[in-house]
């Protein structure tokens, strides 16, 4: 697996086998990491992280991340510099590109973090748009590998939003390496058609499914249910509205059940807002799972960083 130089900004960009090779570098960082044994990949390297939206984990993630590797982060705040209000993402792009040598964004536009990869010639990093959240879903992965061993055959609901940028990047990661993949969401919330036919040649070519339904009986043998808040950030104003169509899709107790199965987990992005997507009661019962999977953002991300910029 050779992805130095490359940028990470969709996993429609990424092979089967490049995103698997993604998580299996960072088990093998994680491990080294729990044994105390830190890397050097990064030393000499100056990283810019740049945040349209505050994060707890992704800002976390990649500032240790790069510290345990030997580089330097420089945290980049919606005050700090002028991206594309004083100065065009264009020309931001191109003056971090000459200080920096890489970049990671976090904000609201897809084309921002494409223009930063375009103009900057370094290697870019989608911490999350409004569209893809990709360093999430390797996290996902690899907590799911953790948890089953593996990841090809295993079933995974998704449960809530099914246009906002996790379930269209869950969409697209299981269609890649052949998790058979559910959005389960009212109509008035399903995934663009052409996204989800994209995500069907994926999953046709590992042998997987991508089926998207209202049916609450869609959870029927699922391994893992996933969720997250109703409401994105920005979209506060559609709050109530959301909760109203998306409450027969809570995950509680009810929807675990319907599983069929004791062995499903229950799967968070965080923040959670426990008493709308999911019940305190399911969220607490996985809760170690779940924080596997937050602390999985940091190694994953780190595995990205090597892989496209270490030395």
């Known amino acids: 697996m050779n992805l130095k130089g490359r940028s990470f900004l969709t996993l429609k960009d990424f092979t089967p086998g490049e995103i698997l090779g993604l998580i299996d570098l960072a088990a093998d960082l994680k491990a080294k990491k729990k044994r105390g044994i830190t890397g ?30 030997g580089g330097h982060p420089e945290y ?71 948890h089953f061993g593996t990841l090809k055959g295993l079933k995974l609901v998704f449960a809530g939003d099914g246009r906002n940028n996790m379930a269209n990047s869950l969409m697209i990661g299981c269609g890649k390496i052949g998790i058979h993949f559910t959005i389960l969401a009212p109509k008035e919330l399903w995934p663009g058609e052409d996204l989800k036919k994209e995500c069907e040649k994926y999953a046709a070519e590992a042998g997987s499914t991508i089926t998207v339904t209202d049916d609450t009986d869609a959870v029927r043998g699922a391994d893992a249910i996933y969720t997250d808040v ?9 709050a109530a509205e959301r909760i109203a169509l998306l409450k027969p899709y809570q995950v509680n107790d009810g929807l675990m059940a319907k599983t069929g199965k004791d062995t499903t987990i229950f799967l968070h992005c965080l923040p959670a807002v426990k008493g709308n997507e999911v019940t305190e009661e399911v969220f607490e019962r996985y809760a170690d799972v779940v924080f596997d999977e937050a602390e999985n953002r940091m190694h994953t991300i780190k595995a990205v960083m090597v892989a496209t910029l270490g030395d």
């Not at 390297?45 to 991340?65: D, H, Y």
């Not at 191109?94 to 920096?100: I, K, P, S, T």
């Not at 893809?132 to 996290?139: F, N, R």
Request: hydrophobic share 35%.
């Open 40 to 69: 050097s990949s990064l030393k000499g390297k100056n990283i810019a992280l740049i945040f349209e939206k505050p994060s707890t984990r992704t800002r976390s993630a990649f500032t240790v991340a790069c510290i345990d590797e």
């Open 76 to 146: 980049l705040g919606k005050d700090d510099i002028q991206l594309g209000y004083k100065e065009s993402v264009e020309d931001t792009a191109r003056v971090l590109g000459r200080m920096f040598d890489g970049i990671e964004f976090r904000g609201f536009k897809q084309e921002n973090v494409e223009k930063l990869a375009k103009y900057s010639g370094v290697p870019v990093w989608n911490g999350l748009t409004d569209t893809y959240h990709p360093t999430q879903i390797l996290a996902d992965f690899l907590t799911l590998k953790e």
């Open 230 to 238: 109703w409401c994105s950030m920005g979209e506060e104003a559609l």
